[in-house]
């Protein structure tokens, strides 16, 4: 059974603080996706990377996809309250369809 | 463009009783996925369809759950009966088939929050 686990499981920050969520799987993926989640919300989609070493920058949002392309990380500098939410991480297996979910990350994000 | 529709929104029922929840994917997307998502956790997949054909349902608990996608657009996800710990939000979502452009993309709705009393 592929497994991604996510760290760490909870964070509690105060604004202004930078943190790094951490993604990693002993599968291979083609892409790994990353989503945040808000109470009472279906996750949306923050950033898709698919190339081994990739590094993809949105706004104070920084990921990057492992080069061997099992493992994956999220930086965020200068965390906001809006930043608050479950992080989730999933990988695509080679040449399916199929996604599967990281254990996620709750941020909570003090002013 | 339209997103993933879900209905209900919210439904409580007690332990035995039925519940059908209903997703309208995205036009032209011929993947539906369901997911389960216990509170706090990551979504768990539970079967995920191509056009009308299931494509893995290996975690769905066939003793309980059903699910159909008759025409090949909307679907229809059953409990039934249900048990206390089948309390989640079951997420709806759809894609483009892995390989076209943005596939492997999955947008989700907004999901259907059963509590099992």
């Known amino acids: 059974t592929q497994l991604l686990e996510q760290s760490p499981q909870f964070l509690s920050i105060q604004e202004g603080e930078n943190l790094t969520v951490y993604c990693n799987s002993s599968?291979?993926?083609?892409?790994l996706q990353w989503y945040r989640q808000e109470p009472g919300e279906g996750p949306v989609l923050l950033v898709t990377?698919?190339?081994?070493?990739e590094v993809k920058k949105l706004k104070r949002l920084t990921f990057q996809f492992g080069d061997a392309r099992k493992d994956s990380s999220l930086h965020i500098t200068a965390a906001q309250p809006g930043d608050t939410g479950l992080y989730l991480c999933?990988?695509?297996?080679?040449?399916?369809?199929?996604?599967?979910f990281g254990t996620g990350t709750r941020l909570q994000v003090f002013p | 463009e339209a997103g993933v529709a879900q209905s209900p929104r919210y439904k409580i029922i007690e332990k035995r009783q039925s519940v059908a929840f209903w997703c309208n994917p995205i036009s032209g997307h011929a993947t539906l996925y369901w997911y389960q998502q216990i509170l706090g956790q990551g979504p768990k997949l539970l079967i995920q369809?191509?056009?009308?054909?299931?494509?893995?349902d290996s975690q769905l608990p066939k003793d309980r759950f059903s699910a159909e996608r008759l025409k090949g657009v909307d679907s229809t996800l059953k409990i039934q009966p249900a048990k206390l710990e089948d309390s989640a939000v079951y997420l709806c979502?759809?894609?483009?088939?892995?390989?076209?452009?943005?596939?492997?993309?999955?947008?989700f709705g907004e999901g259907s929050w059963l509590t099992v009393v």
């Open positions: 999933a990988g695509a297996l080679w040449n399916t369809d199929k996604l599967i």
């Open positions: 990377v698919v190339t081994g070493g």
């Open positions: 599968s291979v993926f083609s892409s």
């Open positions: 979502a759809s894609s483009r088939p892995a390989g076209t452009a943005s596939g492997n993309t999955i947008y």
């Open positions: 369809f191509q056009n009308n054909g299931v494509v893995d």
